[in-house]
């Protein structure tokens, strides 16, 4: 069943920028429009291959090297994160803090080409980005700990499996831990009411900001990334904090039926929830990490289980 | 060597004695110093010997005689005093060069100097081998009266002042001492031991178990309130720092270094003879609590900016207090520490005092005034600044490094763990004073125009310092190897 | 010793705490010093000589000294009187505390009577009050020789007498101290042209 | 000093004690261990390239000679500490060690500025050396240097006191907060190889001396101070680097940041107390490793960081972070390494910061797993403040990274700066190449370095070039390197050549002028706003008007130490006026002077009549 895995793994890669693009239709849906249909990405993409990129005056090797690197940091994460529990043989590991610092070497990337380019809002943007993931790290961090409870371990593919099964859901700390993991996603995805993933007014933009001066085929590397880190940031919350039983098989199925229930409901979330005021954000995530404790708190403390 | 020590221990206060005189007789200033150094070389030879003698005895029982009582201790103290002497009287036509008028007539008023410089010279070497309490009594006020004159040599107002408070404040406090001392004198009286060799150090210390405990403890304590005085111990040191300041710096280095330590040690004497009627607890108590005291009262002052005589005139208190904790302490560690620091000590203080004169001829207001970014002006001078505000303030490789390690091991050692804690940090803090000084002083930037010096007038100061300070270094390497030597063991157990 | 001697020498101690003129005080001082001459000229009957000689010792010094100081206050003229530290009452009040604490505090020292030991003490100690309660040189010197006559007076009384070598060797350092004072006061003196102490107070922290 | 490192490097690896043993007598011994082998390694690695980089930046420097002689000395007193076997020469060393600096400091400035920093550095560190010299004392009286049970025998209050004592002395110096305020004033005002020396390893030095105090010579560490250290290495941490985030001036944010290092170690020992008080053998000696592996981190990239930062100066003249820039393109050499240090302190994968801090986060994180509840949450929120201090680093050299090395030079000097000589670039790249090298393949470091924790015979860990723990889904770094190389390149051969013509950036159409660029201040900005209660700003707006036009805007702001402030200022100033009280002792009236003594007597007599006096 390893190389079944292997397969989905590797399909990630494909099937990424399917995210984001069916995330839209919804809530094109949902907002009683017509919006473009969930394959767009895949048509922007195609487009971006074929335009020359943009060469800016300068700028230095950094410019040049981020968006590549950048999406090699998120084909990594792609290898490390299990699905159904299982992870092929890529050598990578498959170690939760790990995949934080890919996530932040990708962050610097884009932040540095920025401050290369000079670009007044590609940095108010990454200087935004920065800021919150700060307090998002915390958030992160602490999501995984509580995952990383029952397990005793930080090795993803032990995470899913202890995260299996009923009983898990009598600890009020695994509640706790879902809660603060759906902040985790809103953030990183760049959703509502953390980020508005919509929006072409430069100065709202916060994950779409350093990208404002990319073209072409790096540009067509940095959307893919985005739509890698979704992928990644569902499976995980899928692998890790919704319900799943059963053999390999079963778990991807709901692995699937996981990965459909986030989207529509970060769609839902997108319709219904305006955007936070920017200085607002870390107070939302601080109360996340509080609730992060509590749970932490909790599950040591032996209540529920 | 040991069977000439009856005649040295005679002859070396004696040669002193003919300096006086000879000295007096000088037509010329130039006469008067030669004349000075010609006395002075032999009488320290002497002195040397002496201490060499008594040093090389380690472990040995004291040598004593009728008048004279010799030991680890006074041989150290000889040792010290001898050094200090001639170096003060090598360096005094550099002062008396500078001096402005004075007494009488400038030819006279050099050889009145000298003349009291030996006298009070003299009066030092014997105080730690005389034999008995009442004489080294006599000796101290001797000194007192030779080195009252010696402090307001200069006749200037201020060193007036500094003379009065020094001569009535220490005969004042050595009449106490006396009051101390008669009543001892009537305690051996009434064992049956009259006359003066009664109150010789080993027949008290023979009949110290009979004494009555009441009147030893008052004698006790009015000995060492008077002493106290003299040693320059809070909370009667105030005239230290002004005679310090005032006197000539020859005269300041021999007090510092030579008059003060000796003082300590008749003290010392007397804990350790009274220690068995009195009761250690209240000897060690009443040593502890003066150095403690000291120590701490000097930190403040410290922390003032200072003029330079009186800021070592501070450091001489902080310094005796530490030596008093050290004795009070008494256990071999403190012991060896004490006799490295009060050796160390002495040749930090005396380098730094012979500093000022050079530091006075650049920069004449730095009597008034803490002293400017010296090295601007005499690398040399803030060289020798330098060397003694390390040693002083207790940093490695000095001697007084280690002597301060080793004395607050011994007060951990004694159980007195929380007096050494409390003296280590008002020693750090004191260390914020000296160091605000070196930096600021010695380092710095100078705001005030100097004169530049010399590089002729610049080298006795470098001598002295290179010789200083090649000695300092030699003490922190014997320093290694005092603690559990036989000579501080003996000294620990106050064998006297 | 004679008792009314040890009291005279006491209260003469007092007087100088209070009385305001110099020459006063010098012969008051003259007369204390007297009357321990003569009490240690009483005690010599029976010992040894060396007693006798402290004795006659103490009586020239009594003479001597007071001449020296009386050369001084002739050669150094006051303006006018010194302002007092404190009013001659409080004065006498505090030498009188002073006294009582001396006599309360000293245990037997093992001289046959407490009436001498007391008041040596209480000497020694109204020195040092003289020192602290007034103001012109003079009197500070007056002083140093109160307590240096507290000390004769215990050592003359000390059975079998102190040695003489140490009596003598005392009274010279002492006198040899007090001359060095008298010349240190003429000087300041001439410096000052007052012999007020608290004009002396240009050493300070 | 490469003999030196080699000696260190071989008692690292053979595991066995050279030279004397740890004794508590005076007379001065020498010898070596494996811990003080492995610090000394640390110190040889670093050295090395400093003097190397030195040679060529000296000369030109005034009081060259003594200079270097002072670096020189101070070297072997750093040797010393590690190699003391006695509580003499240790103390001694470690006196030097202080000293020896500052007067290199000295002798190259001594502008009123300097002297202060000077005066406060000695100040501070030697006050708290009295805590050293109290832990130190009190071991050597019972006894306990290197013999861990007579200070158990001597009972739990000498325990704490000496646990206490030693804290806060090597803390002093180490610059934990509250006690790091001399940090940041002394190492922006040294030389740079001395900066560099001083941030690398003497502070790392003092860690020696708390590990060998709290872990080796108090006997059983009490659970107490565990916290105690989480607490202090998160306070450091998170200090450090906030106030790191705010400085404008390059030398004095690597000093803050020496401070949030300091903190990220003392969480790794905390951790690791915390684990041997649970009994945890294994888990105890990992976080031990985590700590010690983070010390030779800290110490190459903050020397390398320090270099480059005394080389920019060289170069360009002033370390303003707002008039640098450019400098990347302009010196290719100096500019990577430095490149690549700020990567490695902003612990990003796959340089050796991240390897260390990955460590030290599986230490917390495994903290937390286990009861107590009181633990698990210290380790829990220890935790997550370390995921802060590793972002707020990120935001923090990304910052440094953008407005030294990229976009357009800000200055008319960073245009034409060139490359340093020879020197200099060989000492920076040797350690640029070393946080690479330690970043790929820390597992083959890590083994060793468990097997110096207290308790541990041998190694608790296999051998890899990654690390492969208990408890983790391994962190394989060598692979994970090259996979981001290959598929970065490959990536790079995908997107192929075809670029349009070079263009400027996009302003709205402006041409794009200086005045638009980025500040340190602006890049900040929205982390001052959301933590204004904490950081307090000060910002002051001016604007100059003449007939309602607007002529010139100037915009200043700081954000004061808050520390400084509250706890520093007041105490000095409460205590320069108690001295100043205390000083009417010496009234300068004879007659005060002698109411002392007979004050003296009397009190005496008393004492002596009340019995008191025993």
Not at chain 2, 314 to 320: D, F, G, I, Q, R
Not at chain 4, 498 to 517: D, E, H, K, N, Y
Request: with cysteine; proline share 5%; net charge positive.
């Amino acid at each position: 069943m390893n190389t079944l895995a292997t397969i989905v793994q590797i399909a990630g890669v494909a099937l990424a920028p399917l995210l984001p693009g069916s995330i839209q239709a919804l809530k094109a849906r949902l907002q009683g429009r017509r919006g473009p249909s969930a394959v767009q990405p895949y048509r922007t993409l195609r487009r971006l291959w074929h335009k020359s990129a943009v060469d800016l005056e300068g700028t230095s090797v950094i410019y040049w090297i981020a968006p590549p690197l950048v999406a090699a940091c998120m084909l990594a994460t792609l290898a490390i994160v299990p699905v159904g529990g299982h992870a092929g043989p890529f050598g990578l590991g498959n170690d939760a803090l790990v995949l934080v610092g890919l996530l932040a070497l990708a962050r610097f990337a884009l932040a540095a080409a920025a401050w290369d380019t000079g670009n007044g809002f590609s940095l108010m943007a990454a200087a935004r980005d920065l800021m919150i993931s700060v307090f998002g790290e915390a958030l992160l961090v602490l999501a995984l700990l509580l995952a990383a409870l029952p397990a005793h371990s930080t090795d993803l593919r032990a995470m899913s499996v202890a995260a299996a099964g009923g009983h898990i859901w009598s600890a009020p700390a695994h509640w706790c831990g879902a809660l603060a993991f759906m902040l985790v996603i809103l953030l990183e995805t760049g959703r509502q009411p953390i980020d508005n993933p919509d929006t072409h007014l430069e100065l709202t933009m916060i994950h779409e900001g350093p990208l404002l001066e990319y073209g072409g085929r790096d540009l067509a590397f940095l959307q893919w990334a985005a739509g890698a880190r979704h992928w990644v940031m569902l499976i995980l919350g899928a692998e890790l904090f919704l319900p799943h039983w059963g053999g390999f098989a079963a778990s991807l199925g709901l692995l699937l039926a996981g990965v459909t229930f986030l989207c529509g409901s970060l769609a839902l979330i997108e319709t219904t929830q305006a955007k936070l005021r920017i200085l607002r954000v870390p107070a939302l995530l601080g109360v996340g990490c509080a609730i992060a404790l509590a749970g932490a708190g909790m599950w040591v403390g032996g209540v529920g289980t | 060597m040991t069977d000439l020590v009856p005649i040295l221990v005679v002859v070396v206060p004696a040669l002193a004695l003919v300096g006086m005189l000879l000295v007096l007789l000088a037509r010329t200033p130039r006469q008067a110093h030669l004349l000075a150094l010609a006395t002075a070389v032999p009488t320290a030879a002497g002195a040397l010997a002496l201490a060499a003698t008594a040093l090389a005895r380690g472990g040995l029982p004291a040598l004593r005689g009728q008048w004279y009582f010799l030991d680890g201790a006074s041989g150290l103290m000889l040792a010290v005093i001898a050094i200090v002497g001639i170096c003060s009287i090598a360096v005094s036509p550099a002062y008396l060069r500078t001096s402005g008028r004075s007494w009488s007539t400038a030819a006279r008023s050099q050889s009145l100097y000298y003349a009291a410089l030996f006298l009070f010279w003299a009066a030092l070497l014997a105080v730690p081998i005389v034999g008995n309490l009442a004489a080294a009594w006599l000796i101290i006020e001797a000194t007192t009266a030779a080195s009252a004159l010696l402090v307001a040599f200069s006749g200037r107002r201020d060193a007036l002042e500094a003379g009065w408070k020094y001569l009535v404040l220490t005969t004042l406090g050595l009449s106490v001492a006396l009051l101390g001392i008669i009543v001892l004198a009537i305690s051996q009286a009434n064992l049956g031991h009259h006359g003066l060799h009664a109150l010789d150090w080993h027949s008290l210390r023979a009949a110290a178990h009979g004494l009555p405990r009441d009147s030893t403890l008052i004698a006790f304590v009015l000995l060492l309130a008077g002493l106290a005085t003299k040693i320059g111990w809070a909370p009667v040191h105030n005239w230290l720092p002004d005679a310090h300041s005032e006197a000539p710096a020859p005269i300041s280095a021999l007090l510092s270094a030579a008059l003060l330590p000796s003082v300590l040690l008749v003290a010392w004497r007397v804990k350790s003879i009274l220690e068995p009627s009195v009761g250690s607890a209240t000897t060690r108590g009443v040593f502890i609590a003066f150095g403690l005291t000291s120590i701490l009262v000097a930190v403040p002052f410290l922390w003032r900016s200072l003029p330079w005589k009186r800021l070592l005139a501070y450091s001489s208190l902080e310094h005796m207090g530490v030596i008093g904790l050290g004795i009070g302490f008494g256990t071999p560690l403190a012991i060896a520490g004490v006799v490295l620091h009060v050796a160390g000590h002495a040749l930090a203080k005396a380098l730094g005092f012979y500093a000022a004169l050079p530091l006075l001829r650049i920069d004449p207001d730095a009597a008034k005034r803490a002293p400017e970014g010296v090295v601007g002006d005499s690398p040399s001078t803030a060289a020798a600044m330098g060397v003694s505000l390390l040693t002083l303030s207790g940093l490695p490789p000095s001697p007084l490094f280690l002597s301060e390690l080793l004395i607050l091991l011994g007060g951990i050692a004694a159980g007195d763990a929380l007096v050494s804690a409390i003296a280590l940090i008002a020693l750090a803090l004191g260390f914020l004073g000296l160091l605000h000084a070196l930096i600021e002083g010695v380092v710095g930037e100078h705001a005030r125009h100097h004169r530049r010096a010399r590089s002729r007038a610049e080298r006795p100061i470098i001598a002295l310092t290179a010789v200083l300070g090649s000695g300092l270094l030699a003490l922190t390497a014997a320093g290694l190897l005092l603690p559990g030597s036989g000579f501080v063991d003996t000294l620990a157990k106050g064998a006297l | 010793m004679n008792g009314a001697l040890v009291d005279a020498m006491l209260v003469l101690g007092l007087a100088v705490i209070v009385v305001r003129r110099r020459s006063v005080a010098i012969g008051l001082l003259a007369a204390q010093s007297l009357a321990l001459g003569v009490g240690a000229l009483s005690l010599t009957g029976g010992r040894s000589s060396d007693s006798l000689v402290a004795s006659f010792v103490l009586l020239s010094k009594a003479i001597v000294l007071p001449l020296l100081l009386y050369a001084l206050i002739r050669r150094t003229r006051e303006p006018g009187l010194v302002v007092a530290a404190a009013s001659g009452l409080v004065r006498l009040a505090c030498a009188g505390a002073v006294v009582l604490c001396a006599v309360v505090l000293v245990p037997s020292i093992g001289l046959g009577d407490a009436h001498t030991e007391h008041a040596a003490v209480a000497l020694v100690l109204l020195g040092i009050t003289i020192v602290v309660a007034r103001r012109p040189i003079l009197f500070q010197l007056l002083g140093l020789i109160v307590a240096e006559n507290g000390l004769s007076l215990l050592a003359v009384s000390v059975p079998g007498g102190l040695s003489y070598v140490i009596e003598l060797g005392a009274l010279f350092d002492l006198a040899l101290i007090v001359t060095v004072a008298a010349a240190f006061a003429h000087r300041i003196h001439t410096e000052l042209g007052t012999g007020d102490t608290e004009l002396l107070r240009g050493l300070r922290d | 000093m490469t003999l030196l490192g080699a000696a260190g490097l071989a008692v690292l690896t053979g595991g066995d004690a050279l030279g004397a043993a740890f004794r508590s007598t005076i007379g001065p011994a020498l010898g070596l261990d494996p811990l003080s082998g492995f610090f000394l390694a640390v110190l040889a690695l670093t050295a090395v390239p400093t003097l190397v980089f030195a040679r060529d930046y000296l000369p030109t420097s005034p009081g060259a000679r003594a200079v270097g002689a002072l670096t020189a000395a101070f070297l072997l007193a750093l040797v010393g500490v590690l190699a003391a076997r006695d509580v003499t020469s240790f103390l001694a060393f470690w006196e030097l060690m202080t000293l020896l600096p500052a007067a290199a400091i000295l002798v190259a400035r001594r502008d009123q500025a300097v002297r202060s920093a000077v005066y406060a550095y000695l100040a501070i560190t030697h006050l708290g050396g009295a805590g050293v010299w109290i832990a130190l004392l009190a071991l050597a009286h019972h006894g306990a240097l290197g013999d861990p049970s007579a200070l158990a025998a001597a009972g739990t209050g000498a325990q704490t006191v000496v646990a206490l004592a030693a804290l806060i002395g090597f803390g002093t110096k180490a610059g934990f907060i509250p006690l790091h305020a001399w940090l940041p004033r002394a190492h922006p005002v040294a030389p740079a190889h001395l900066s560099a020396l001083m941030s690398g390893m003497m502070i790392k030095v003092a860690l020696y001396g708390l590990i060998r105090v709290e872990f080796q010579w108090i006997g059983a560490t009490p659970r107490w101070l565990g916290l105690a250290l989480l607490a202090i290495g998160l306070l450091s941490s998170l200090g450090g680097v906030l106030w790191a985030l705010v400085q404008h001036e390059l030398k004095r944010l690597l000093a803050y940041h020496s401070i949030e290092n300091v903190g990220i170690i003392a969480l790794g020992l905390g951790a690791s107390l915390l684990f041997a008080d649970a009994g945890q053998r294994t888990w105890a000696a990992i976080a031990f490793a985590a700590a010690l592996l983070h010390v030779a981190n800290h110490a190459i990239f903050k020397a390398l960081l320090f270099l480059g930062a005394g080389t920019l100066e060289r170069a360009v003249g002033g370390l303003d972070l707002d008039h640098l820039g450019g400098l990347l393109r302009r010196m290719p050499w100096a500019g990577g390494a430095f490149l690549v240090g700020s990567m490695a302190i902003a612990g990003l994968p796959p340089l050796n910061g991240f390897a260390s801090e990955w460590l030290v986060l599986q230490s917390l994180l495994h903290v937390a797993l286990h009861r107590p509840l009181g633990v698990a949450l210290a380790g829990a929120v220890a935790l997550a403040g370390l995921a802060m201090t590793a972002a707020l680093a990120l935001l923090c050299f990304t910052k440094v990274v953008g407005l030294v090395l990229l976009g357009p030079p800000r200055r008319a000097e960073c245009a034409q700066a060139v490359d340093p000589p020879m020197g200099m670039r060989a000492g920076m790249v040797a350690l640029a190449a070393m946080c690479i090298a330690l970043g790929l393949v820390p597992g083959l470091v890590v083994p060793t370095l468990t097997g110096l924790a207290p308790g541990v015979h041998g190694t608790v860990l296999a051998r890899h070039a990654g690390l492969v723990l208990p408890g983790t889904g391994s962190f394989p770094s060598l692979a994970l390197g090259l996979a981001l190389a290959v598929l970065t390149t490959a990536l790079i051969g995908v997107r192929g050549k075809r670029r349009a013509a070079r263009s400027p950036t996009w302003v709205c159409g402006q041409p794009v002028a200086g005045a638009l660029g980025w500040t340190s201040a602006g890049f900040t900005k929205p982390l001052r706003l959301v933590l204004e209660a904490l950081l307090r700003p000060h910002r002051a707006i001016e604007v100059e008007r003449d007939g309602g036009m607007v002529q010139s805007i100037t915009y200043t702001g700081h954000v004061p130490s808050l520390l400084d402030a509250a706890l520093y200022e007041p105490a000095v100033r409460t205590g320069l006026r108690a001295a100043a009280v205390a000083r009417r002792l010496q009234s300068g009236n004879v007659r005060t002077y002698a109411a002392y003594l007979l004050g003296l007597v009397i009190g005496l007599l008393v004492l002596a009549h009340t019995g008191a006096l025993g």
